[in-house]
Nanobody
Framework: QVQLVESGGGLVQPGGSLRLSCAAPEFVLRGYAIGWFRQAPGREREGAACISSSDGSTTYAPSVKGRFTISRDSAKNTVDLQLNDLKPEDTAVYYC????????????????????WGQGTQVTVSS
């Protein structure tokens, strides 16, 4: 069973930055769009960002656009999520997953299209 592996979470003060990594097999990174999701306590999981395998195009949720950047590191076989200007409301468990139906992100694709979910990495923004 393929499973992606997230890392890089931690505790950071408001306004701070973190860089999350999602390690995946090369065939996954080449063949599927990769999404980052997050789930805050008591809330449903939501999409944060997505990067296309076809052309590297990206999409972002309005709540993170301009602060988060998703990128792919082919040498390391990772999809990274740079989190800047963090706010307490960014506190959540962050997950990555592969969209098995698409190579290009639309920004509106449903969660059920994603598989190979990782275990998540906790991001806590607090002073």
């Amino acid at each position: 069973q393929v499973q992606l592996v997230e890392s890089g979470g931690g505790l950071v003060q408001p306004g701070g930055s973190l860089r999350l990594s999602c390690a995946a097999p090369e065939f996954v990174l080449r063949g599927y769009a990769i999404g980052w999701f997050r789930q805050a306590p008591g809330r449903e999981r939501e999409g944060a960002a997505c990067i296309s395998s076809s052309d590297g195009s990206t999409t972002y949720a309005p709540s993170v656009k301009g602060r988060f950047t998703i990128s792919r590191d082919s040498a390391k076989n990772t999809v990274d999520l740079q989190l800047n200007d963090l706010k307490p409301e960014d506190t959540a468990v962050y997950y990555c997953a592969a969209n098995l139906l698409r190579t290009r992100c639309l920004g509106t694709e449903p969660e059920y299209e994603y598989d190979y979910w990782g275990q998540g990495t906790q991001v806590t923004v607090s002073s």
